[in-house]
C-alpha cells in the first residue's frame, strides 16, 4: 500500500470536488481525499493494482487536471502559503483587468440611468446598434480574462458532472447570447425603420449582466483568497523559525549550505540569536535556548554537550556545535507542519453531509433555473424576464460556501491549536474529540511529571538512615529505573557514599539483587520479598501508610529481614486538579490508568478527585479496558506519553500523547500535546467544540442562504410583491455568502485558550 499527493487543478467549489472523489473512487484504490483549500489529492492504493498513470486519466477525464507532487516538474510539495499566495495573485490579476472593462461597460450601459451624463456617439436611438456593439465588445474581454469559469463549467457539465462554474457558465453564456439576439432584434429595426422593435428591445441589452456576474463573483473570490490566506498564519509562523542556509564545519573549516542539503552526522555552527535548523545533539559549548515555539515554555533553557537540540528553537546566548541528528525532512518542526497540513487536507466526518447535498445540489439548481425560465414564459410570455430569473436562480445558487463551510474551519482550528502547542493529526480527530465521554488517564508522565524524588527513609535500629542510603545507592547504581536513578540522584545530592556492586541481577517487575562488600542484598517490592520469604517485620504497617498517602514504598532487605524502606513520590503536575475539575465541568468522565500499587493510585485519584481508578494494570491491560468502555457505547479519548501506552492510544476513539511530539506519539495517537502540559488537554477540548460549533454555523447560513435566496431568485414573491433579484445582485449576494462563511470561520483566530 502507498500514499500518494497530488496536485490538482481545476476545483472551484465542493461540486468539483465530489466530482474528482467521485472518478477517482471508481479505481482500485482504497482511500482518496480531495482537498478544495490546497487543491490537492490524498491516494491511498495499491501499485501493484494501480498505476498513476490511470489515475491521473481519471481526474483528467472529470474535467481537470493532476500531477504527482513529487514529480521532477513539482519535486518540492508547494507549502500551504504558496499554494495561497499564487491562488491570490491570479485572482488579483484577474480582477484588475476585468475590472477596467467593467467600469467602461457599466458607465455605458447604466450611466445614464444614474443621471451621468451620456457618450455622444452611444446617445439616441439611432446610436442603438453602436451601443449594443461597444457593450458586446467590452464584454468579450471580461469573459475571455475569466474564461476558467466556462472551461471548466461547461467542460463539467458535457460530462454529467455540473459544478459551481456550471451555473456561473450558463448564467452569463445565457445572457451574452440573449444580448446577441437583441442586436440582432435592433439592426432588423434600424434596417426596415421599425420603431417598435426598437422601443421594445432598446433596454433588453444583458452584456452588463454577463460582464458583471463574472466580475463579482471574480471579486469574491480575490476576498475568499485573501482571507484563506490569512488562515495560513501559524504554519507560516513556523516555517520562518528555520533558517534557509546553515554553517557547518567541513574538515576544520567553516562552510554555508542551504538547508536542504544538511545530511546526518553534519557539524553544525550556531551564533548567538540564530535558530537551529534541524534536530541534533550538542558536541561543544553551551548556551541558553528558547524553545517557546515548541514547548510554551516562556524561560530559556540550559544547554550543554551532550543536550538534545530541537529544530526552529532560538540559540540564546553563547556559540555551540551540534551533531545533525535528522535531515530538514524528518526534522521535528517538518513533522510538525506535515502534520497540521494533513489535518488541513483530511476531511471531518461533519463534511460528508455538505458532501452529499452539494453532490446533488448543482443538477437540481439547473432544472430549477429550466422551470423557472418555462413558468414565467407561460405566466408572462415575457423573454428578457423569464430569462433574468432563471439566471438569477442558478448564480445565486452556486455553492462556493458550502464547499468552504468545513475545510476553512478545520484550517483555522487546527492552525490555532498548533500555535498552542496542540497538533491534531486529521480533521476527524478534532470533530470526535468533543464527542468524547470518558478521558483515561495514564498516570505517569500524563497527570505526574514521572519525575520521582525521595520523601521518606525509615529504617529498624539495625542501621542508620545514612547508612540505609548508601546500600541503597550502591545496589541502584546499575539500574535504569527511574525509581533507582531518583534514589542515586538523592545520595549524591546528600553526599553519600556509592560503592560498585560485586554482583548484580534484576528481576523484571519485581526489584534487583545485589553484593556489596561480600553481603547480599535485595530490593524491590512486597511481591519480591513474598517470593523470597523475607520477613517484613514491623514495616508492613509503615508501608501501607505511605502508599495510602500516594508514595511508593521501595523495600531493602538482607538474608536476616528487611532493614528498611525508602519511599518515593512522583510530584503531580501543577495544572492536574484544576484541569480535572474542567473535565468534570464538561461533563467527562476522568479515570486513571495506571500500573502503579492500588493504595497509591487510589489515594493520587481521591487527592485528585478522579472518578474511577484502575490500578497495577499492564500495558495490554490498559488496552482491554479502553475497549470495554468502547463496547459500552461510550466515546473514549485515552491520554498517555505515546510510547507504552502505544496500543491503547491507538484502540480509543482519540488518542492523544502527552511528549515533546516523539515518532511513537505521532505514530499512535490522533493528537499530540507538545508542551505536555495537563491544560492543553483542557485547551484541546474546547477548540474542537469551538471548530464543530463554527462549522455548523457556516453549513446553516450557508443552506439558509440559498433556501431564502433560491425561491426569489425564481421569482415566487414577483406577483404579489414585486420581488425578484436582478442577476448582477445575485451575483453579489453569492460571492457575499463565501466571504461571510470565510470571515465567520477567522472568527476562530479570537478564541481564548489560555
Not at 523559525?241 to 544538511?262: F, H, R, Y
Not at 510538525?336 to 439548481?365: G, M, Q, R, T, Y
Not at 478545520?410 to 498552542?420: E, P, Q, S
Request: some cysteine; hydrophobic content about 45%.
Amino acid at each position: 500500500m502507498i500514499k500518494e499527493n497530488y496536485n490538482i487543478k481545476g476545483m472551484t467549489c465542493s461540486a468539483c470536488q465530489n466530482a474528482v472523489e467521485k472518478a477517482v473512487k471508481k479505481l482500485d484504490v482504497n482511500d482518496v481525499n480531495v482537498n478544495l483549500l490546497t487543491n490537492s489529492m490524498k491516494v491511498d492504493y495499491d501499485k501493484d493494482k494501480l498505476s498513476e498513470k490511470e489515475i491521473i486519466a481519471a481526474v483528467k477525464d472529470a474535467g481537470y487536471s493532476a500531477s504527482l507532487a513529487d514529480e521532477k516538474s513539482n519535486s518540492k510539495k508547494p507549502s500551504l502559503e504558496e499554494i495561497y499566495d499564487e491562488e491570490l495573485e491570479n485572482k488579483k490579476k484577474r480582477l484588475k483587468y476585468s475590472a477596467v472593462f467593467m467600469i467602461i461597460l457599466f458607465y455605458i450601459a447604466m450611466g445614464p440611468m444614474l443621471g451621468l451624463p451620456e457618450i455622444g456617439f452611444l446617445a439616441g436611438k439611432e446610436n442603438l446598434l453602436i451601443l449594443a456593439l461597444t457593450q458586446m465588445f467590452l464584454t468579450i474581454p471580461i469573459m475571455i480574462i475569466n474564461r476558467e469559469f466556462f472551461v471548466n463549467g461547461f467542460r463539467s457539465l458535457f460530462k454529467f458532472m455540473p459544478n459551481m462554474d456550471s451555473l456561473i457558465a450558463i448564467g452569463s453564456s445565457a445572457a451574452f447570447v440573449y444580448g446577441v439576439y437583441v442586436i440582432y432584434k435592433l439592426a432588423y429595426g434600424l434596417s426596415h425603420n421599425d420603431p417598435s422593435v426598437l422601443e421594445h428591445f432598446a433596454h433588453d441589452l444583458y452584456f452588463e449582466s454577463a460582464g458583471m456576474i463574472l466580475v463579482l463573483i471574480t471579486l469574491g473570490k480575490y476576498f475568499e483568497a485573501k482571507a484563506k490566506r490569512r488562515t495560513n498564519g501559524a504554519i507560516s509562523a513556523l516555517m520562518d523559525l528555520t533558517p534557509q542556509t546553515v554553517n557547518i564545519e567541513v574538515d576544520g573549516e567553516e562552510k554555508e549550505i542551504s538547508i536542504d542539503n544538511v545530511k546526518i552526522g553534519d557539524i553544525i555552527l550556531i551564533r548567538p540569536g540564530e535558530n537551529i535548523p534541524v534536530d541534533g545533539e550538542i558536541i561543544d559549548g553551551s548556551s541558553d535556548v528558547d524553545e517557546s515555539a515548541l514547548t510554551g515554555e516562556s524561560i530559556p533553557v540550559e544547554k550543554k554537550v551532550g543536550d538534545k537540540l530541537i529544530s526552529a528553537t532560538t540559540n540564546k546566548t553563547g556559540f555551540i556545535k551540534y551533531r545533525a541528528e535528522s535531515d530538514l525532512k524528518n526534522s521535528t518542526i517538518s513533522k510538525i507542519i506535515e502534520l497540521v497540513e494533513d489535518a488541513n487536507s483530511s476531511k471531518a466526518p461533519i463534511a460528508k453531509l455538505a458532501d452529499k447535498i452539494s453532490s446533488v445540489f448543482v443538477p437540481i439548481v439547473i432544472t430549477i433555473s429550466i422551470i423557472t425560465f418555462i413558468a414565467w414564459m407561460f405566466i408572462r410570455g415575457d423573454l428578457e424576464l423569464s430569462l433574468a430569473m432563471a439566471i438569477s436562480v442558478l448564480v445565486i445558487s452556486c455553492p462556493c460556501a458550502l464547499g468552504l463551510a468545513t475545510p476553512v474551519s478545520i484550517m483555522v482550528g487546527t492552525g490555532l491549536a498548533a500555535k498552542h502547542g496542540i497538533l491534531f493529526k486529521s480533521a476527524e480527530s478534532l470533530e470526535n474529540l468533543h464527542q468524547v465521554e470518558s478521558v483515561l488517564l495514564d498516570k505517569t508522565g500524563t497527570i505526574t511529571s514521572g519525575e520521582f524524588s525521595v520523601t521518606d527513609i525509615i529504617t529498624d535500629e539495625v542501621i542508620s538512615e545514612k547508612e540505609l542510603l548508601e546500600i541503597a545507592a550502591s545496589l541502584e547504581i546499575k539500574s535504569e529505573h527511574p525509581l533507582a536513578k531518583s534514589i542515586v540522584k538523592y545520595a549524591r545530592e546528600n553526599e553519600i557514599e556509592i560503592k560498585e556492586p560485586e554482583f548484580f541481577t534484576s528481576l523484571s517487575g519485581l526489584g534487583l539483587i545485589g553484593k556489596i562488600d561480600g553481603k547480599s542484598y535485595l530490593t524491590g517490592n512486597k511481591k519480591l520479598l513474598d517470593n523470597e520469604d523475607i520477613e517484613m517485620k514491623n514495616f508492613e504497617e509503615k508501608a501501607k501508610l505511605l502508599s495510602k498517602d500516594a508514595k511508593t514504598p521501595i523495600y531493602f532487605a538482607d538474608e536476616n529481614g528487611v532493614l528498611g524502606i525508602i519511599a518515593l513520590a512522583d510530584t503531580v503536575k501543577e495544572d492536574a486538579k484544576l484541569s480535572i475539575e474542567e473535565l468534570h465541568s464538561m461533563g467527562k468522565e476522568v479515570i486513571m490508568v495506571t500500573g502503579d500499587n492500588k493504595n497509591t493510585a487510589e489515594s493520587l485519584a481521591k487527592k485528585l478527585n478522579i472518578d474511577k481508578v484502575y490500578a497495577e494494570v499492564l500495558p495490554e491491560g490498559k488496552e482491554e479496558i479502553v475497549s470495554e468502555k468502547i463496547k459500552e457505547g461510550k466515546k473514549v479519548a485515552f491520554v498517555g506519553d505515546g510510547i507504552n501506552d502505544a496500543p491503547s492510544l491507538a484502540r480509543a476513539d482519540v488518542g492523544i500523547a502527552i511528549g515533546a511530539g516523539t515518532d511513537i506519539a505521532i505514530e499512535s495517537a490522533d493528537a499530540v500535546l507538545m508542551k505536555s502540559n495537563m491544560s492543553d488537554l483542557v485547551d484541546a477540548f474546547k477548540l474542537s467544540e469551538k471548530t464543530i460549533k463554527n462549522i455548523k454555523e457556516n453549513l446553516f447560513w450557508a443552506f439558509f442562504y440559498n433556501v431564502i435566496g433560491i425561491p426569489i431568485a425564481a421569482g415566487l414573491f414577483y406577483s404579489s410583491f414585486d420581488l425578484k433579484l436582478n442577476p448582477m445582485i445575485a451575483a453579489f449576494a453569492m460571492s457575499f455568502s463565501s466571504i461571510f462563511v470565510v470571515s465567520n470561520a477567522l472568527r476562530l483566530n479570537r478564541v481564548k485558550l489560555d
